[in-house]
């Protein structure tokens, strides 16, 4: 994730992920990429192919909203990662300081019974967690990365039955949410980067952030559960994100999640 030239990397990486057939170009049995080339993507766009060199190899990296978003519907992103792309062309002069988790955040955490919350960055650093969510696995505890445990921790891969799937949120929430120029995010990308799944999805490129999914889990002590994530964003403290867990009233996982303590 270098922040020399991360919009580069990312216009090459989804270009080769545009089969020719797909955007109505002439294909050829001895084409020798698989996706787009970098002229067909230019014409697509509607833009110079040598402008497009200047993009991908970070010589301009202001293009316009025009130039974004005729680049967005030619590698046909959704809008997450369109709204990815125009991140990465037009990042924040200045990023707000990190800021401790408050007292009234805490407070708030505790106050939910039996029902698993915490606060993480969008490094995915975990800040604070009532004791349902460190219960429920030890991922959630304070000091953990998210990231790290999903891909480089044995047991937690176990705790997941969908890990594949839930492996492929966490690298493109990581990738929507964490700030490219971050020194501390850098290394956490290079540490992940040892793991052979991690490498492959990362290299997909995709920007999804966090939002309302279900989750299972595979819990040691309480056996199966299913809780549904809801993702909140802490008011004037704009890099914490509340992920709170809520099962189905009545359902065998809310009385799971109540053994849980």
């Known amino acids: 994730m270098a922040a020399e030239n991360v919009l580069g990397e990312f216009l090459k990486a989804r270009r080769a992920r545009v089969p020719a057939a797909r955007a109505d170009l002439p294909t050829s049995t001895r084409r020798r990429v698989a996706g787009l080339r970098r002229d067909e993507l230019a014409r697509l766009a509607g833009i110079s192919e040598p402008y497009l060199t200047r993009l991908e190899q970070g010589v ?7 130039v974004l978003r005729s680049l967005a519907r030619a590698l046909e992103l959704d809008a997450d990662t369109s709204t990815y792309l125009y991140s990465l062309a037009n990042p924040d002069s200045e990023r707000p300081p990190e800021t401790a988790v408050s007292e009234d955040v805490h ?3 505790d106050m939910w019974s039996h029902t698993p919350a915490y606060v993480r960055n969008r490094r995915f650093d975990v800040l604070a967690a009532n004791k349902w969510a460190r219960a429920l696995a030890p991922m959630y ?33 990581l990738r929507a949410e964490a700030d490219p120029r971050d020194a501390r995010t850098n290394r956490l990308i290079a540490d992940l980067e040892t793991d052979a799944d991690f490498r492959t999805l990362w290299a997909q490129h995709d920007a999804r952030p966090s939002r309302d999914e279900l989750k299972r889990f595979a819990h040691p002590v309480v ?3 299913a809780v549904r994530r809801q993702a909140l964003t802490v008011g004037g403290s704009e890099d914490q994100v509340i992920i709170v867990y809520q099962a189905a009233p009545g359902s065998s996982s809310e009385a799971a999640l109540a053994r849980l303590v």
């Open 60 to 66: 301009d990296q202001n293009p316009s909203p025009q």
């Open 107 to 109: 407070q708030l955490l």
């Open 141 to 173: 505890e304070p000091g953990h990365n998210l990231a790290r445990d999903m891909f480089l921790d044995p047991t937690t891969r176990d705790l997941f039955p969908d890990w594949p799937l839930i492996a492929a949120q966490t690298a493109a929430a």
């Open 223 to 225: 056996g199966d559960l």
